[in-house]
T-cell receptor, first 111, second 115 residues
Framework: KQEVTQIPAALSVPEGENLVLNCSFT??????LQWFRQDPGKGLTSLLL?????REQTSGRLNASLDKSSGRSTLYIAASQPGDSATYLC??????????FGKGNQVVVIP | DAGVIQSPRHEVTEMGQEVTLRCKPI?????LFWYRQTMMRGLELLIY????????DSGMPEDRFSAKMPNASFSTLKIQPSEPRDSAVYFC?????????????FGAGSRLTVL
């Protein structure tokens, strides 16, 4: 069974600092990895998707890396803003179209 | 497209009552997923359908839970009878399997409280 872990569970950073969020997974046989954002009381919004053959994806201030062999992904958010405050979830696609989620990194950016 | 539509957004019911949650996936998507989210367990996959056919229901907690997808534009998740431990946010998501990207689009969720 695929286990996805996100550490730390919660963190606070001052506005302007770079954010680094970590995700690890136990089974390296994945098809892709996605990072999602969830605002309180809302659904999940897909931020970045990295195919298993790729090492990173970038979108604006967001950059996600993937090291499949070590079972790790990192989401970098440059120059954080208060609007980046949310919970960020990592999910890996494996097996027969199954998506396993971590429990998320709850981020607060302090103005 | 209006995205994945879920109803109701909030439901408060008493233990023993039947609960029906509804989902309309994005038009053209061929895979539909039901997830449950709690603080303790995070997001758990309950069941997913491909082309309206249930492919994996191993995440359905017990026989009190059932899901149907009578056509490509509608799915239901039913709990009968409901129990307090079923209280959670239930999400529906859809994707286009085989597109290579498999990007999931989530609905806003249905928050269920069973008293």
């Amino acid at each position: 069974k695929q286990e996805v872990t996100q550490i730390p569970a919660a963190l606070s950073v001052p506005e302007g600092e770079n954010l680094v969020l970590n995700c690890s997974f136990t089974d390296s046989a994945i098809y892709n990895l996605q990072w999602f954002r969830q605002d309180p009381g809302k659904g999940l919004t897909s931020l970045l998707l990295i195919q298993s053959s790729q090492r990173e994806q970038t979108s604006g201030r967001l950059n996600a890396s993937l090291d499949k062999s070590s079972g790790r992904s990192t989401l970098y958010i440059a120059a954080s803003q208060p609007g980046d405050s949310a919970t960020y979830l990592c999910a890996v696609l494996y097996g027969n179209n199954r998506l396993a989620f971590g429990k998320g990194n709850q981020v607060v950016v302090i103005p | 497209d209006a995205g994945v539509i879920q109803s109701p957004r909030h439901e408060v019911t008493e233990m023993g009552q039947e609960v029906t949650l509804r989902c309309k996936p994005i038009s053209g998507h061929n895979s539909l997923f039901w997830y449950r989210q709690t603080m303790m367990r995070g997001l758990e996959l309950l069941i997913y359908f491909n082309n309206n056919v249930p492919i994996d229901d191993s995440g359905m907690p017990e026989d009190r839970f059932s899901a149907k997808m009578p056509n490509a534009s509608f799915s239901t998740l039913k709990i009968q009878p409901s129990e307090p431990r079923d209280s959670a946010v239930y999400f529906c998501a859809s994707s286009l399997k085989g597109s290579g990207a498999n990007v999931l689009t989530f609905g806003a969720g249905s928050r269920l409280t069973v008293l």
